[in-house]
Nanobody, 114 residues
Framework: QVQLVESGGGLVQPGGSLRLSCAASGSIYAMGWYRQAPGKQREFVASILSGGSSNYPDSVKGRFTISRDSAKTTVYLQMNSLKPEDTAVYYC???????????WGHGTQVTVSS
């Protein structure tokens, strides 16, 4: 069983920044983030593959940056120019090599409000 430990959520004013982190274990193929706002479906935010390529939806492109540590077991989400519509619970996920099983974190709340 893979455990994911998320941190970094909180309350920030519009235009501000936050950095989320997620520590995992194992041989990882992909890591990333989704978010879910109240009353809405879970939405893809960012991903990074073992080779280093990353992907973002248009809603966050240019504002959010995903990265990872040298051990490739901790992923970060740097969020800049935050907007009220970025308010959501952010969930980290990993996909393991070989099995391609996906695991989820418990989520961390991000609130953008003045």
């Amino acid at each position: 069983q893979v455990q994911l430990v998320e941190s970094g959520g909180g309350l920030v004013q519009p235009g501000g920044s936050l950095r989320l982190s997620c520590a995992a274990s194992g041989s990882i193929y992909a890591m990333g983030w989704y978010r879910q706002a109240p009353g809405k479906q879970r939405e893809f935010v960012a991903s990074i593959l073992s080779g280093g390529s990353s992907n973002y939806p248009d809603s966050v492109k240019g504002r959010f940056t995903i990265s990872r540590d040298s051990a490739k077991t901790t992923v970060y989400l740097q969020m800049n120019s935050l907007k009220p519509e970025d308010t959501a619970v952010y969930y980290c996920y990993v996909v393991l090599q070989v099995s391609m099983r996906q695991y989820w974190g418990h989520g961390t709340q991000v609130t953008v409000s003045s």
